[in-house]
């Protein structure tokens, strides 16, 4: 199995500036370090107005990781299509991939939390075809060489040609967010990658694998298990108490996801609000336990058809490098 990592930054307001800014650069040390562990990728999320310091400029802060590592793959999960002009986001995602050699992974999604689209001013209904025309326009300007105009309903624009090009060509690979069978069916057909969530069961995860491998396959694409990347939750507990400890961590964090996706700004479709009565399973299909228990969980999503998994590690190096040294060496050798 291929593992990366999952999650975000913070550099809360109201602190020392040079507390805030050393946060940011422990968890880029802590990038490089993974890259020496043997991990094969990070994905970052973008999220705003949390009241909590959340890193939200993404692209600068893989930027900055890209010039401290060489191998390790940056991607995002994800870049919220309906937030950004998709000229200025394909000049700075085509820079970062140009910086990187190559390196970078355009993760994309439609948002889904209420204070976003409460903080945007921008209704919910919206967030669809905004997507649509952002990702066509993104996609667009990363491949042409020559200038094109676009009319659309939300962005225009007149004779442009995006400098630089992009290092991979045509343009990074896309990976999509989805979870429903429809969104997988669209993320297949169009030949994108597939990113799962870390909330789902390892049989609604084979589930879905199968049906993305079916329409990839039916529309003339190869399949790669490596084109499915699936984040889980994960903690190697020193001992049940250090477990119990992850667990009530893991809870507070789904709460604070829950009450800033609540409301009448949130897509009714997010993936997020669907798990939220269902505490016990969110803690069963974590990756919370000892290195055997999270062995066992691993080898029960590698039988759905999971190759490439996503940890979300609760910021914790420590916990990192218990992943790498007592979980990690009996999958990556397979």
């Not at 060509?169 to 969530?197: F, K, M, Q």
């Amino acid at each position: 199995m291929r593992f990366g990592l999952f999650g975000g930054a913070s550099a809360p307001r109201g602190v020392d500036a040079a507390e805030s800014a050393r946060g940011l650069q422990q968890v880029v040390d802590a990038h490089v370090e993974a890259e020496e562990l043997g991990f094969h990728s990070s994905f970052i999320t973008e999220h705003h107005f949390t009241g909590i310091g959340q890193m939200s400029a993404i692209l600068t802060m893989l930027t900055f990781i890209a010039a401290r590592t060489t191998r390790l793959r940056l991607g995002t999960a994800v870049l919220v299509l309906p937030w950004h002009n998709p000229v200025l986001l394909a000049e700075q995602v085509a820079t970062l991939d140009m910086l990187s050699a190559g390196r970078f992974d355009l993760g994309v999604g439609k948002g889904y939390r209420h204070n976003e689209f409460a903080g945007f001013a921008m209704r919910p209904e919206e967030a669809e075809p905004r997507f649509e025309e952002v990702l066509a326009v993104l996609c667009r300007a990363l491949s042409s060489n020559e200038p094109f105009s676009h009319r659309g309903r939300f962005w225009r624009f007149d004779d442009i040609v995006v400098e630089p090009a992009p290092y991979q060509r045509p343009h990074p690979p896309v990976w999509l967010a989805a979870s429903s069978a429809n969104s997988i069916t669209l993320c297949a057909r169009r030949g994108y990658n597939l990113l799962l969530d870390q909330f789902a069961s390892p049989e609604q995860i084979g589930e879905r694998i199968g049906l993305y491998r079916q329409e990839l396959e039916a529309a003339g694409h190869a399949y790669d298990p490596m084109r499915v990347a699936v984040a889980r939750n994960c903690w190697v507990a020193l001992d049940a108490s250090d477990r119990d400890e992850a667990i009530g961590r893991q809870a507070q964090v789904h709460e604070r996801l829950l009450a800033l996706s609540r409301g009448s700004e949130s897509r009714p479709a997010s993936h997020i609000l669907a798990y939220s009565d269902t505490a016990g399973a969110r803690e069963a299909h974590s990756l919370i336990g000892s290195s055997a228990e999270i062995a066992a969980r691993l080898t029960a999503l590698k039988a759905q058809g999971v190759a490439y998994v996503l940890l979300f590690g609760q910021g914790s190096r420590e916990n990192m490098r218990r992943f790498a040294e007592t979980v990690m060496p009996d999958f990556a050798a397979e």
